[in-house]
């Protein structure tokens, strides 16, 4: 059974950082994009950044300079440094991958 789980979040103050964790299990991640997606309470959900098998990189403007997203070399693990933070990346973050999702892993930054 192929999961993805998520870890990594915490409570931070505004301007600390944080490093997320999404672990493959029963799998790797050998095609396709792994990306890491945020959610607030109300909102929908977004993309804030995605990594490729070719090793492309994408951000959301929102996160640019901030966030960088790294993959592992057994292509079993994608991990989402998260540097200056701010109190409006506060929300759920998901990993995602070919429609495959985590259980999420909440990010809370205080003012």
């Known amino acids: 059974q192929v999961q993805l789980v998520e870890s990594g979040g915490g409570l931070v103050q505004a301007g600390g950082s944080l490093r997320l964790s999404c672990a493959a299990s029963?799998?790797?991640?050998?095609?396709?994009?792994v990306g890491w997606y945020r959610q607030a309470p109300g909102k929908q959900r977004d993309l804030v950044a995605q990594?490729?098998?070719?090793?492309?990189?994408y951000y959301a403007d929102s996160v640019k300079g901030r966030f960088t997203i790294s993959r592992d070399g057994a292509k079993k693990t994608v991990y989402l440094q998260m540097n200056s933070l701010k109190p409006e990346d506060t929300a759920v973050y998901y990993c995602?991958?070919?429609?495959?999702w985590g259980q999420g892993t909440q990010v809370t930054v205080s003012s």
């Open positions: 029963g799998t790797i991640f050998s095609t396709g994009a």
């Open positions: 990594v490729t098998s070719g090793g492309g990189t």
């Open positions: 995602g991958w070919r429609n495959i």
